[in-house]
């Protein structure tokens, strides 16, 4: 399979949901949490996608408003319906965001620094619109390590198809370990750069809870499987299904962690 036949591309909302953002959800509060940010606060949310940190922040921080920017019309359909009006939301991406210098006073970003095609630039960005003494901060998932969902699955899939690891987001993304985030806040001149880890339980009921969203063709790891032969795809099936470590129950435990990195501007 080559590498380049298989799209990174997110743009339907209800796959994605099932995939990874009901996973998402449980992260974001707690990312929150650790920014500890006061009440009244303007804040952005730049690839918003189907809105689930915008939804955090309009449930737990008190903001003064809310404002997202996501280049997805079908996310950003999802999120409107999602957030119910709640929030201001753009076409645009982290390159180019469409509000003006200094307009807000927080910017954040879930699970999106490792998808931009240039971060030092979209870090750039960010700053401009949160302005000086403002905060810019963002989460991406653990690729290498603790997100299990999706580690478990690229080693199933690696074993079968050598041609897969140039699909997988651990050595794709090596953005996503705190050391990196580290030196890429640090490199863009922003201070105070503080990355910590945040794990959530993402536990599956039984084999098909956790195999179906991988058919939503969302993302690499679900674009990867239906790119597959119906055979080779059952044989991926057969592999995970028999190396999971389900329990007695036949359900799955596993954790989601994301690391998650702070500035100031």
Same mark, same amino acid.
């Given at each position: 399979m080559q590498a380049n036949s298989v799209s990174d591309t997110w743009e339907r909302g209800s796959p994605y949901e099932r995939y990874v953002g009901r996973w998402s959800r449980q992260v974001a509060p707690q990312f929150l949490s650790w920014l500890g940010l006061p009440a009244g606060r303007k804040w952005l949310d730049v690839g918003c996608g189907t809105g689930a940190l915008s939804a955090a922040i309009l449930d737990?921080?008190?903001?003064? *408003?809310?404002?997202? +920017?996501?280049? %997805?019309?079908?996310?950003? #359909?999802?999120?409107?319906?999602?957030? !119910?009006?709640?929030?201001?939301?753009?076409?645009?991406?982290?390159?180019?965001?469409?509000?003006?210098? *200094?307009?807000?006073? +927080?910017?954040? %970003?879930?699970?999106?620094? #490792?998808?931009?095609?240039?971060?030092? !630039?979209?870090?750039?960005?960010?700053a401009r619109v949160a302005g000086a003494g403002g905060c810019v901060a963002a989460y991406v998932w653990d690729y290498a390590g603790r997100m299990d969902l999706i580690r478990l699955f690229w080693d199933a899939a690696v074993a079968l198809d050598a041609g897969a690891a140039a699909l997988d987001e651990a050595p794709r993304f090596p953005m996503c370990r705190p050391e990196a985030l580290q030196a890429l806040f640090a490199g863009a001149g922003l201070r105070e750069v503080s990355v910590t880890a945040l794990d959530a339980a993402t536990p599956f009921a039984d084999f098909d809870d956790y195999w179906q969203p991988f058919l939503g063709g969302q993302?690499?790891?679900?674009?990867?499987?239906?790119?597959l032969a119906e055979a080779a795809r059952g044989r991926l099936r057969e592999r995970l299904r028999t190396s999971l470590p389900f329990l007695g129950d036949g359900s799955l435990q596993l954790t989601g962690r994301a690391w998650a990195v702070r500035a100031i501007v």
């Open positions: 737990g921080c008190a903001p003064a *408003a809310v404002a997202g +920017v996501e280049p %997805s019309d079908g996310f950003r #359909n999802t999120a409107q319906e999602n957030l !119910a009006g709640r929030a201001q939301l753009y076409p645009g991406n982290a390159a180019s965001i469409p509000l003006a210098d *200094a307009s807000v006073d +927080v910017v954040v %970003s879930g699970l999106v620094l #490792n998808f931009v095609p240039d971060p030092p !630039a979209a870090l750039r960005e960010m993302g690499p790891a679900p674009a990867y499987v239906m790119s």
